[in-house]
């Protein structure tokens, strides 16, 4: 599954706390999502290939660009899934 990569200006973000820790989370098209990777701008290829393995291993992955860098999403549901 292909990641989503949009302009974090588009998306509204928030702060949430689940299990011990606060997370930055993300509503983008009507879903809610977790930060689990934030990268520098020069770190573009970092960044796309996070996204791409999240989504070849069945993770809905968004990734959002900003001037300050890249930043890696994944759908609130499938945190369970993922191993962040």
């Not at 070849?56 to 959002?64: E, L, R, S």
Request: some cysteine.
């Amino acid at each position: 599954m292909m990641p989503l990569v949009i302009q974090e200006e588009s998306v509204r973000t928030f702060n949430f706390y689940l299990n011990g820790s606060v997370w930055q989370g993300m509503v983008c098209q009507n879903k809610l999502y977790k930060l689990v990777s934030s990268f520098e701008p020069n770190d573009c290829p970092k960044a796309y290939a996070l996204g791409w393995s999240l989504g070849c291993g069945g993770t809905p992955a968004v990734i959002t660009l900003a001037n300050q860098g890249y930043g890696v999403w994944i759908d609130l549901r499938s945190h369970s899934q993922a191993s962040f």
